[in-house]
């Protein structure tokens, strides 16, 4: 699967798109590294794949 991920800084919330504003929250996925799981936040209106530094 070939998608891009962004790295998001949080500041007080995530909640809202940085890329197209849409203001309703994200979808979550889960990808396997190494050792460790990262926890993915899809953007539902523009699918952009954001990663805000969870690890599970
Ligand atoms: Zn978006």
Redesign the pocket.
Known sequence: MDYEVKDVEVEDEFKI??????EDGFHSMFKKKKDIIKWLFI??????VFDIGFAV
């Open positions: 798109c940085p890329s197209c504003g849409y953007c539902p209106a523009c699918h952009i």
